[in-house]
């Protein structure tokens, strides 16, 4: 079945340092992925998406490349800062089918990034 | 913007009690979700529907009814709590023709003793 993966449950980076955050997905068909962050006491949010292969994905300073020859989508920063602290969640839809569930999004376990002063 | 809103953000209740959770959304979407989160476990879908009085079992549906008697409104059920649905349920929304982006509700923690 369509599954996705995230290796990390949480990461602990310090100000400035480079991050990624892992994510890989399993799908019969070639889907558009996502990354979604939640902010403490939210719900999550729409971070980024990338909607075919080799497709880039950009918000904030983060970056994902979809790449579909080792079926990843990982999240990277250059230099992360203290505001990033959130969890952020992979997910995936399969091509879009008119109603039913072909449509639905389906998520990683999520990453909860703490950033250090 | 788009506004998703959650009747409460924590609600305690017995075992056994029948519980509402009511999410109203103001862009005129098609398309509501419910989602429980627990640590360790991510999103997971619960029930969906792609229209008024329409709905669909996600991935975890027992324990639970919904109801979509309004385009705007999408209400969870708990028929008879159990402690094991101790848990943070996230409402969302999109549009039909823009399945991605979920828009979610701030979420609401339901504790049952």
């Known amino acids: 079945g369509d599954s996705v993966v995230q290796t990390e449950g949480q990461v602990l980076p310090s100000e400035g340092d480079s991050l990624i955050v892992n994510c890989s997905y399993e799908t019969t068909q070639y889907p558009s992925l996502f990354w979604y962050v939640q902010y403490p006491g939210e719900g999550p949010q729409l971070h980024l998406k990338a909607m075919k292969a080799n497709d880039k994905g950009r918000n904030k300073g983060f970056e994902a490349m979809y790449r579909k020859e080792t079926t990843s989508f990982h999240l990277e920063k250059d230099s992360v800062q203290e505001s990033d602290s959130a969890v952020y969640f992979c997910?995936?839809?399969?091509?879009?089918?008119?109603?039913?569930?072909?449509?639905?999004?389906?998520f990683g376990k999520g990453t909860k990034l703490s950033v250090k002063p | 913007d788009v506004k998703v809103t959650q009747s409460s953000r924590y609600l305690v209740k017995r075992t056994g009690e029948k519980v509402f959770l009511e999410c109203v959304q103001d862009m005129d979407h098609e398309n509501m979700f419910w989602y429980r989160q627990d640590p360790g476990l991510g999103l997971r879908l619960i029930y969906f529907s792609y229209d008024v009085k329409m709905k669909e079992k996600g991935d975890i549906p027992e324990g639970y009814s919904v109801s979509r008697e309004k385009k705007e409104r999408f209400s969870l059920i708990l028929e008879s709590a159990s402690t094991n649905q101790t848990s943070m349920y996230l409402c969302?929304?999109?549009?039909?023709?823009?399945?991605?982006?979920?828009?979610f509700g701030p979420g609401t923690r339901l504790t049952v003793l």
């Open positions: 969302a929304s999109s549009l039909r023709a823009t399945l991605d982006t979920q828009y």
């Open positions: 997910a995936l839809r399969k091509l879009m089918n008119y109603g039913g569930s072909q449509g639905n999004l389906i």
